[in-house]
């Protein structure tokens, strides 16, 4: 069965459910220039512009297959998954809907203000692990700041952690934090960076860390950091 753009399919796997997007529970709809179905094998092939809607998460790319016997999705070229209020950029992604559990290859993200990269990141329901990544809260196109780590752990919209992580001033590495943690929802404890470089600190980043006790009660903790 082939089909032009503009063309919804709903596929059911099994009954419904309220689970998160992306899933065996609920039918999504497929968009895309061309749409093909084998019966036999039960695989859907969608090719040019293809957008994926299910629930609040949608999915763009350039080729996405859809395995409806082992409830396999994979999506390659220009790959952009949109969960709430958090995008996610990649390469390729491989995903297992009955698990809800994937791989985004080459991802770049963005959530609450902060800015994301990695080499790879899984994917389960709504969290998100990143190797070898990076991210900041500078949205300039070349940051005046970033911060590389071993590993980020993401939920969006509501806090990632970080370990081994380095604090990098352009790029000059400014200091080493084994562990960070940074809420993205209600702030509890809010972590500031303050980014700069003159001729008597160096490369310098004065950080600011607040916890909110109750709404009119917080702790500051004021720590700087100079390469001079």
């Known amino acids: 069965m082939k089909k032009n753009a503009h063309l919804a399919i ?4 099994c009954a419904a459910s309220p689970l998160f997007g992306f899933n065996s529970h609920q039918p999504f709809d497929i968009f895309a220039d061309v749409l ?13 512009h293809v957008v994926i809607v299910q629930s609040s998460s949608t999915l763009h790319a350039d080729l996405v297959r859809v ?18 209020q958090g995008v996610m950029l990649g390469d390729q992604l491989d995903y297992d809907l ?13 959530s609450s203000t902060w800015f994301f990269q990695g080499a790879s ?6 969290y998100y692990v990143g190797r070898n990544a990076s991210f900041t809260s500078c949205d300039l196109i070349d940051p005046h700041y970033h911060i590389k780590s071993s590993r980020v752990h993401l939920i969006p919209d509501r806090l990632f952690w970080a370990w081994n992580n380095v604090f990098y001033v352009d790029d000059h590495p400014v200091f080493y934090s084994p562990f960070m943690y940074k809420s993205l929802g ?4 809010d972590f500031q960076v303050q980014p700069g470089e ?10 600011t860390t607040t916890i909110r006790i109750k709404d009119h009660v917080y702790d500051k903790i ?3 950091h100079y390469t001079d």
């Open 10 to 13: 709903y596929v059911f796997l």
């Open 36 to 48: 093909d179905y084998v019966d036999d094998t039960q695989e859907i092939t969608a090719n040019g």
């Open 67 to 84: 395995d409806r016997v082992h409830q396999r999705l994979i999506a390659r070229g220009q790959v952009m998954l949109k969960e709430n």
């Open 98 to 110: 009955a698990a809800q559990k994937g791989v985004m290859l080459g991802g770049k993200g963005y």
């Open 121 to 126: 990141w899984e994917k389960t329901r709504d």
């Open 186 to 189: 209600q702030r509890t404890v």
């Open 198 to 207: 003159d001729s008597v600190k160096g490369a310098f980043a004065k950080t």
């Open 222 to 224: 004021l720590l700087d």
